[in-house]
Every structure is written in structure tokens, then in C-alpha cells.
């Protein structure tokens, strides 16, 4: 949970907050982009991001045991990732940058762009 916090804190905008009582990340008042939580369903811990539809959909086909469609937020197109496996934190970051895009306000996104340069 710390390397997750701290990748998600990094971007700009983003705050933790308890969603179902679970810590989830988000930008400013927009929709949470990733939880963590305990899978009641698989008993382990994943993240769940948000994607387009086609990249869940890629993803989970490409890699089942690593990536899978998580329930309530699935039909959104959000992404579930184990965390009991050997995890590449570079993709997760990518992963995690990626569905920041998707709800963070363009200023955000300047900014962030402005600081990678």
C-alpha cells in the first residue's frame, strides 16, 4: 500500500479518500480512479483503475491471472490488477498515470506534463 500512495499522490490534484471504506484516489471532486481494496470474491488484494473499455478489455484477455474485471465498476471499463503476484511498479504507474488522464482536469494535466519535461 505505501508504493501505491505514493505513486498516486505524486499527481497533481489528487487526494486519498475512504470510499466504502476502502482508501481510493482522486482528483479533486471527480469520480475516484483507483481503489485499493481486499477482493471479497478472490481474497486477495487487487487496485482497480479506471481504463476505456477497450483497454480492460485487452488487458484481462492478454493476462486472466494477473488482470480482471471487477465487479460494480467493471461495466465501466475499470480494470482490477492482482497485488499477490510479482508486480512491475513501472506499469503500475503507467496504469495509474493513465487513469488519472481520464478524470483529471486539463490544468492537472498541465501541470503534470510541465513538470515531466
Not at 32 to 51: G, L, M, T
Not at 59 to 67: A, G, K
Request: hydrophobic share 40%; charged share 30%; glycine share 4%.
Amino acid at each position: 500500500m505505501p508504493e501505491i500512495r505514493r505513486i498516486c499522490l505524486k499527481l497533481p490534484e489528487t487526494e486519498e479518500r475512504l470510499n466504502h471504506g476502502m482508501p481510493a484516489f482522486a482528483v479533486k471532486n471527480r469520480t475516484a480512479f483507483i481503489f485499493v481494496q481486499e477482493s471479497k470474491k478472490e481474497n486477495r488484494a487487487s487496485i482497480w483503475f479506471k481504463a476505456l473499455p477497450e483497454i480492460q478489455e485487452e488487458l484481462v484477455e492478454q493476462d486472466p491471472d494477473r488482470f480482471f474485471t471487477p465487479p460494480y465498476l467493471g461495466p465501466s471499463g475499470w480494470v482490477g490488477l492482482r497485488l499477490d503476484i510479482d508486480l512491475d511498479w513501472e506499469e503500475v504507474a503507467q496504469a495509474t498515470e493513465e487513469a488519472w488522464r481520464l478524470v483529471a482536469p486539463k490544468r492537472a494535466i498541465k501541470e503534470l506534463e510541465d513538470t515531466t519535461l
